[in-house]
């Protein structure tokens, strides 16, 4: 099971926030007094117990509920006589991997000053077996024999090798193979300062870190039958630092700052051996080795992961009074992204050269065209706003959204490429500095119709202009109506949105070719359309009421829906629609506590249609092929809360079902033959109950209990008949499937 790099001693993170907060009281300026009042409101102290039945993840995905004591909450406040001074200590789950501290102290009219530590754990699989070794940060080797008898098995079995013969070969080291866990940790750390707060005139000064270390699978390939799933080394760290200010005037306000980011990787390359190759080899189909076709290949392989790169923001907004009854607001952003990663060689295959046709030694790092990135990026953004009130009810608005992303970048050409480590393709292939404008017009009108609610129009249109995409430009026109009312104690909200996008001109296919030096001729079908840029109509709804009665009742019910057709693209995405209801009851039942119960159900259909192509594009409708996939999420809960006498309870459940289905067709006697559909499409059911008990001892002390309960299982075709080795794949198979669990807990809570 995957363990945080770094635990958390419990005894010191209480001792070290207690003692800061204590030291802030000390040097703080007196009150009126000179004393500080503390409450301790409550303080939450656990020992838990979990008892898992598989190996499974799921169940401590974004958790920590592992075997020890915990901190479950604490809440010290301090405060003077006047109140202008307060102090706040809390921590959540404090010791754990999931825990959150945090300390403010707030000097009315003149500072505030927030720190914050908040970690949150994030476990993908459990239990998984690696062939390979990680013999430094971002290295992984395997054994020198190993490697040396797998190929030369290949070498040997060439004209026999499948997948039962490799599995055979195999087995044996998996049988062998290390266990691993994949997962990470997230840790945010955040400081910040408020200065002026009572003047016309503000400053804000705010520091944020996120770190995040640990793994996740990463899926890298020497070619098409020896793809190689691996453990990808993270350690991350980002840096925000932001300064701002606000300026108040007597009609408005003025607010402006700078906001500098950085990202570190501390591995930003990946080595990894071939298992099936020990020495460097090379030929036109070594792409498809281990195959009958070829057993050679690199042997080792290299990827760049994410690089160092830094941002920096200019931003300011401002809004001011126009006359009694109207408004208007301007804001402004210019954000600058870069980053120079050097670039690594084509290769490491040292075989790949002048004698197997390349135009030099492509492991050689001097032969790279270019040294390093060399990245840039803009990003513009002007939002302009007014707003007025007429007499009789009226209002009227208009908004401008614009924001420009402009890729700053020069283009770098390369005469060829390593195709998977294994051969050289004269293949010439250009950077291509994707760019877009996008500008939103809005209008609206809203009447005030006494009792009969608000009734409102919106109109706007959305314009998108693109370079190196299939289209230059596209515009969608919205048409809105918006209902609120108040009838009786009922509040009702409702509102429609229609309209269409439409293609500015031509749509060319030909724009996926844009990272080539020479078009070939075209690969994807003419009528392929990218759903981001296709014709298409939408309707879009949203209701909701609220509804008090009977004095200690409560019920909202709300829905919301959307269909998006693209009827004229023949292939892609041609439908989504998707319908959400959901409910909340809230019974304040007396003397027996209260009562919540929620519930939601999502109902949503894609349609996506196809023509299947080999190295050539099919103009074979028997090549056709659609599929339908249907998806209904239903989720329920509650929430019981009672007290008495000196006992306190309260019951959380809840149950979360996904059901999906996939309906593929395809005419018999095409590429594909008869398609075949599957109603395991991430089917998965998790049921949870929790339940707690506090007996008050004093009016200081209470002792209890808590107990939760979870089962979930999942059937998805992603994880059906996984196994560390298929067809021309070597799997980790973390486990991240099925689990009941139960975990239990003894408590204390402690107020003064």
């Not at 009789?392 to 924001?403: F, L, S, T």
């Not at 109603?679 to 008050?696: A, M, Q, T």
């Amino acid at each position: 099971m995957y363990r945080p790099r770094n635990s958390h001693d419990l005894s010191l993170t209480v001792v070290a926030g207690l003692a800061l907060a204590l030291a802030l009281v000390a040097v703080a300026p007196a009150s009126a007094d000179g004393s500080f009042t503390f409450r301790l409101d409550p303080m939450i102290l656990e020992g838990s117990y979990l008892e898992q039945d598989t190996d499974s993840s799921r169940s401590q995905e974004y958790r920590d509920l592992s075997d020890g004591f915990r901190l479950t909450s604490m809440a010290l406040a301090g405060f003077t006589e006047d109140f202008r001074r307060q102090l706040r200590f809390e921590v959540v789950n404090g010791g754990k991997a999931d825990a959150f501290y945090g300390l403010s102290y707030d000097v009315a009219g003149s500072w505030r000053m927030q720190l914050s530590y908040d970690a949150t754990p994030h476990r993908f699989g459990d239990n998984g077996r690696l062939l390979w070794t990680e013999t430094r940060p971002g290295v992984f080797e395997l054994a020198d024999p190993v490697q040396q008898a797998l190929e030369v098995f290949a070498i040997a079995n060439r004209s026999s090798l499948n997948f039962f013969t490799m599995d055979g070969a195999l087995r044996p080291y998996l049988a062998a193979a290390q266990s691993v866990d994949l997962g990470l940790e997230r840790r945010k750390s955040r400081a910040t300062i408020d200065l002026g707060r009572s003047g016309a005139a503000d400053w804000t000064i705010d520091y944020q870190r996120e770190s995040r270390t640990g793994n996740r699978a990463y899926g890298a390939a020497f070619g098409f039958n020896n793809v190689t799933e691996l453990p990808e080394p993270i350690d991350y760290d980002t840096s925000t630092a932001t300064l701002s200010g606000n300026w108040r005037f007597s009609r408005g306000l003025v607010s402006a700052g700078y906001r500098y980011s950085t990202f570190e990787n501390a591995v930003s390359t990946l080595y990894w051996d071939n298992p099936w190759r020990f020495n460097d080899g090379s030929d036109g189909s070594a792409y498809l080795a281990p195959g009958g076709a070829s057993v050679s290949g690199a042997s080792r392989g290299i990827a760049d992961l994410s690089p160092d790169n830094e941002s920096g923001a200019l931003f300011a907004t401002s809004r001011f009074d126009l006359g009694t009854a109207g408004w208007i607001q301007v804001s402004a952003d210019w954000v600058k992204n870069s980053q120079d990663d050097p670039l690594l060689a084509y290769t490491l295959n040292t075989a790949i050269g002048p004698e197997t046709g390349a135009p030099f030694l492509a492991s050689d790092r001097a032969n790279q065209p270019y040294g390093s990135a060399d990245r840039e990026s803009t990003t513009t953004k002007l939002v302009a706003s007014w707003g007025a009130r007429f007499g009789e009810g009226w209002q009227a608005g208009a908004r401008y959204d614009y924001q420009d992303y402009s890729d700053d970048s020069d283009r770098f050409a390369f005469e060829g490429y390593v195709r998977y480590h294994a051969v050289w393709e004269e293949i010439g292939r250009i950077t291509v500095p994707f760019s877009w404008t996008r500008t939103v017009l809005s209008a609206n009108v809203d009447k005030d119709l006494g009792s009969a609610g608000t009734v409102g129009l919106e109109i706007r249109r959305t314009e998108m202009d693109r370079e190196f995409r299939e289209t230059e430009g596209t515009t969608e026109d919205i048409l809105a109506l918006n209902w609120d009312a108040r009838l009786g104690r009922t509040l009702v909200r409702a509102k429609y949105e229609t309209g269409k996008r439409d293609i500015d001109g031509h749509y060319e296919p030909e724009a996926a070719e844009a990272s080539f030096l020479e078009h070939g001729p075209l690969t994807t079908q003419e009528g392929l359309r990218r759903y981001d840029q296709a014709d298409r109509s939408l309707d879009r709804w949203n209701l909701s009421a609220s509804m008090p009665f009977a004095e200690t009742w409560n019920l909202t019910l709300r829905g919301t829906g959307y269909e998006s057709d693209y009827d004229d693209s023949e292939f892609g995405l041609t439908g989504d629609e998707q319908i959400r209801l959901g409910f909340d009851i809230g019974w304040e039942i007396g003397a027996a506590g209260s009562l919540h119960f929620w519930g939601d159900r999502t109902d949503r259909s894609v349609s996506q249609y196809g023509r299947q192509s080999g190295g050539t594009v099919s103009s074979n409708p028997l090549d056709d092929w659609s599929i339908d996939f249907d998806e209904t999420n239903d989720t329920f809960g509650l929430g019981w809360v009672r007290e008495v006498g000196a006992w306190n309870g309260q019951v959380n459940g809840w149950w979360s079902r996904s059901d999906g289905e996939a309906d593929v067709f395809s005419p018999a006697g095409g590429t594909p033959d008869v398609g075949t559909s599957f109603d395991n499409y991430e089917d998965y059911e998790i049921l949870s109950l929790e339940g707690i008990v506090d007996y008050e001892l004093t009016k200081n002390l209470s002792v209890g209990g808590r107990l939760l309960y979870e089962d979930f299982t999942i059937d998805t075709f992603i994880r059906q008949n996984l196994a560390n080795y298929l067809p021309g794949a070597l799997l980790i198979v973390a486990d991240d499937g099925d689990y009941e669990a139960w975990s239990a807990g003894l408590r204390m809570s402690l107020r003064f």
